[in-house]
């Protein structure tokens, strides 16, 4: 491979990488999904093993992985959860519950959750219980890339970095040097 054949490889791994990391940045998960992501966490934890995919393990007539399942009728005849109302959902009580015998998890499964997990689970119903669907299965969307701040950058992902910069009162260095930046080139082709 020539000289001009490593510096074409080299723009197009560079270009690549800015344009997966802008739509990295792009699709930074809101507070809302975080919750639902440490809820399923926690669920998928400590929950599945008797509410979970398997049909000969599974107590109560419901599945906590499956959404069409939990906000059905169990077998109690109550609802386990009722998205926007963590007091009217089964789960939210049985899981605060001071009777050991309705306490979920059992005593004997390990003990009960947290306080901050109850809190994860209680703030996850009241935003309305909804799992979130994992990344691989998204379809994908093109970001909207923001405005910049200035016009000395030029990449799609500066204008994510400025942004991000922006509510951390943070701001760029200014641009290498030509010679400086034909070294990184250099050192990132060579080793």
Known sequence: MNARQLAICAVLWVSSQ???GARAL?????IDADIAVKARAILSNRCFACHGPDEES?????RLDDPNSF???ADSGDAPIVPGA???SELFARIRSDDESMLMPPPDFGGSLT???VEVI?????NGAELPTHWS?????????????????????DAFVSRAHSTRGLKFNAPAKREYMLRRLSLDLIG
């Not at 792009?26 to 809101?30: I, V």
């Not at 209680?122 to 009241?126: E, T």
């Not at 994908?140 to 950058?153: A, F, G, H, R, V």
Request: hydrophobic share 30%; aromatic share 12%; charged share 20%.
């Open 115 to 117: 306080s901050e997990e």
């Open 26 to 30: 792009a699709q930074a998960p809101s």
């Open 122 to 126: 209680r703030r996850w119903i009241q």
């Open 86 to 88: 963590p007091e009217g």
């Open 58 to 62: 599974r107590e109560g007539g419901f």
């Open 137 to 157: 299965f998204q379809q994908i969307q093109t970001p909207t890339i923001p405005e910049t701040l200035s016009e000395i950058y030029t990449s799609p992902i």
């Open 18 to 20: 800015t344009w997966f």
């Open 71 to 73: 906000l059905a009728e």
